[in-house]
């Protein structure tokens, strides 16, 4: 006589030695379900709850998506580009240098009409969804000083000084010889000097010299009075964090190429 015969029930558990069907296992899982989980909407409502923390915690502490506002970083940067900023570079008090590219916060004043709107576009709609993507506010520019630093514009071949080194730009800055006649600021002046820059701040400037409304447009040049001393300075408290990824148009997605202008630059005095 089989156990079958035995037992006419018949041997249902794994312990008994038989795998059991398909049907017993959802069978088994709905009663367990109905004993002590959750029901669906709550389950749904919690895992909502967990997406929402963690994009803030991961908007908060490691990455944060942007768009390129205006044409004032080109070449590399083109407007309304999409990029990730990193921010683990600050985590253990790391500081901001020379030749970043940072996005930072209007300090008051520096953003044209339009570089306030946000384009919509499905990239940024997504990401403004699940918090990655910040209300208006920001722009992105390169640091060409920090604390402690002088820079000037422009040695006898029209280039920028920094602590008296001539910045050897070539390969990323856009110009418009016809327009400034040096790589100073929109404004068309190029006979200045700015700094030494203060402590806890940086000055920066866009990579498309002759349309960037950047450090040098708040600069109270010679015999200008319609201006604030130290206007041109942007709190470090106000940067977000740096130039991580170029995460659309996709056929330029990548890393920001990184620059070597400054590197025979000394630190300030």
Not at 144 to 168: F, H, M, P, Q, Y
Not at 218 to 247: R, S
Request: charged share 25%; hydrophobic share 40%; glycine share 10%.
């Amino acid at each position: 006589m089989s156990s079958d015969d035995r037992d006419p029930a018949g041997p249902t558990t794994v312990a008994d030695g038989v795998v059991p069907s398909p049907a017993e296992r959802v069978a088994a899982a709905r009663q367990k379900h109905q004993r002590g989980g959750l029901p669906v909407w709550q389950e749904s409502l919690l895992l909502l709850g967990l997406a929402v923390v963690l994009a803030v915690l991961l908007k908060t502490f490691v990455v944060q998506a942007f768009y390129i506002p205006s044409e004032s970083m080109e070449p590399g940067l083109v407007e309304d580009d999409r990029i990730l900023v990193e921010k683990w570079s600050g985590w253990f008090g790391g500081e901001v240098e020379r030749g970043d590219v940072v996005v930072f916060e209007d300090p008051g004043g520096w953003l044209n009409a339009g570089e306030v709107e946000e384009p919509g576009n499905p990239v940024s709609s997504t990401l403004a969804a699940i918090g990655l993507m910040p209300d208006t506010g920001y722009l992105v520019k390169r640091v060409v000083g920090v604390e402690g630093d002088v820079i000037e514009c422009c040695d006898s071949e029209k280039r920028l000084t920094v602590n008296g080194v001539a910045l050897d730009e070539d390969d990323y800055v856009l110009e418009d010889q016809r327009v400034r006649g040096c790589r100073g600021p929109m404004t068309g002046n190029c006979s200045w000097k700015a700094g030494p820059v203060p402590k806890g701040s940086v000055f920066v400037m866009g990579d498309n010299r002759g349309r960037s409304a950047d450090s040098t447009v708040h600069m109270c040049l010679e015999d200008e009075t319609d201006c604030v001393p130290g206007d041109e300075f942007v709190p470090t408290d106000l940067v977000v964090g740096k130039v991580w990824l170029l995460l659309w148009p996709t056929d330029r997605f990548g890393r920001p190429d990184e620059v070597d202008a400054f590197d025979d630059v000394p630190d300030a005095p």
